[in-house]
């Protein structure tokens, strides 16, 4: 997963530690100029593995801008091929509003009992296009293969 840039101040190293933490990762690969993730990391050794790189002589900065144009690109080539596929409401995994992007995944495996469920292999993204209550319907606008044998279930990202 790549993270934000976010990394200045108490509430962004706050942040870092509990996104960390909240996804579980096998590895945290922390990509550095010097020494900047050092109060994050700091935290995490002994709990993940770290790896820490320098980041790229040829990596340059982007403004705010050339970022959110080049995140369009890339959902707008994602989309391109998308069409709207029908899901059940029951196969949601909570009720987001229409336009959502969600994540669709293979299976549900049932959680400890205390609302932990644990997802399959993600097989895409979705958009989240009309909840159409009166038939239990949800429509997502998806190129992913919805298809997966054992049913779908979308969870926002």
């Given at each position: ?16 530690r ?15 100029k010097?020494?900047e ?20 002589g ?5 403004t705010?801008?050339e ?14 091929a ?8 029951s196969?949601?995994?909570w ?28 097989q ?19 190129p992913?293969?919805?298809?997966t ?9």
């Amino acid at each position: 997963m790549d993270s934000t840039g976010w990394i200045e101040g108490e509430d962004a190293e706050r942040f870092k530690r509990f996104e960390i933490k909240a996804i579980d990762p096998s590895i945290v690969i922390a990509i550095e100029k010097e020494d900047e993730l050092g109060q994050i990391i700091q935290h995490l050794n002994g709990i993940f593995e770290v790896i820490k790189l320098r980041i790229s002589g040829e990596a340059r900065s982007r403004t705010r801008e050339e970022r959110k144009a080049l995140r369009e690109e890339a959902y707008n080539k994602y989309f391109r091929a998308a069409e709207d596929s029908v899901f059940e409401l029951s196969t949601l995994a909570w009720l987001p509003e229409e336009g959502t992007i969600g994540g669709l995944f293979d299976r549900i495996c049932e959680g400890n009992g205390e609302g932990e469920d644990e997802y399959g292999e993600i097989q895409g993204l979705g958009i989240l296009s009309k909840l159409d209550y009166g038939r239990g319907e949800a429509v997502v606008f998806t190129p992913g293969d919805t298809d997966t044998g054992d049913g779908a279930t979308i969870r926002r990202i």
